[in-house]
């Protein structure tokens, strides 16, 4: 079915719907493959088209509604129409080539050697730095243990891999860093659900943020991907912590990000005002309850104030005191400057 068709079974109310929406990072992966951001007021979703010369293949997005055009699905191929995107009418021609027992270039690797293909790829790495990179995290994960020195290292060089020189960034390269990393990260995440009642764990964790977070700066760029990036690691590290089997070992890994929070307010602050803010979120109710009685006492005795703090997270220990009723307790934290 073509974009047009589709578009046209929307209703009045739908399309209507449509114009609060925004469609930004549109990005064509592949041939006829396309990915998209869409913001709907303060949520956002994924949405992935598929199109050939005949139309429109394949969709899904994130959002849940099922067995129709979701309105961000809609927002996107009016995007693509207007942008007047064409598919080239040979990638049709692909799909049935793909669709044989073994593919053209599997049947050319089964016939080559391996010093052959190690050439191959090697002049391959020297033109297509990405490339290199993915292989080089895919392929070395005999480590056992994982330090912090390691970690920032593999980082720096897939920023340099994808990103070179620039100082300005596509959506489409940061989503590559991302993608790259997210290999990088699998073994270093199993180590530190294994170590999480071990310094190095937190340790880590704090380095892949904080690493993130100076290259983040170091570029321009219009992405959210970053920020979503933040969000999603921060949420995966307090749910593992949320879940340690040690009652004892969770309240001493509070205890620390408390104190890093209230009292050291070392420069990566933010990242363990974030992960207090996801710690506390992904709770069940008897560890929020524990987590409050822990911020009402480190709250009491910071010297530090609103002003201190980003204004989301002065919202979220405003919202922890006024639930757990321990507001007026400390207000001096929260008092406007004279």
Known sequence: MTIQELLQRLTTQEKARMKTV???????????CF???VDEGEATYDVHLQLDELGVQQMTCDCGEEGRLCIHQGAVLQHIAQKGVKVAPTQLAKKGRAKGKVSASGALLEGQTKETLVQWLAEIFKKNKTLEQQFIVTF???KTDYTTTYVADIMEQ???????KRKTLEGVKIKKILDTLEIAFEPVNDFITVNLDKPIAYA??????NTMKAFDKRISH?????????????TWFALSLNNMQ???QWQTQVKQILNQVFIQHSGQWTTDALLLKQLYDSAPAQQQKAVSQAMHQSMRHTSYTRYDFKMDFVSFFRDVALTHDFYEEVYPFFKLRD
């Not at 880590?204 to 943020?209: D, H, P, Q, R, S």
């Not at 219009?222 to 921060?234: G, L, T």
């Open 22 to 32: 925004e469609v930004r990072e549109l990005d064509e992966e592949e041939s006829g």
């Open 35 to 37: 990915v998209a951001f």
């Open 140 to 142: 070395s994960q005999e």
């Open 158 to 164: 897939t920023f340099k891999a994808v990103a070179g």
């Open 204 to 209: 880590l964790f704090a380095t892949i943020m």
């Open 222 to 234: 219009h992405s959210k991907k970053f920020e979503d990036f933040y969000q999603q690691y921060s």
């Open 246 to 248: 040690s009652e004892k």
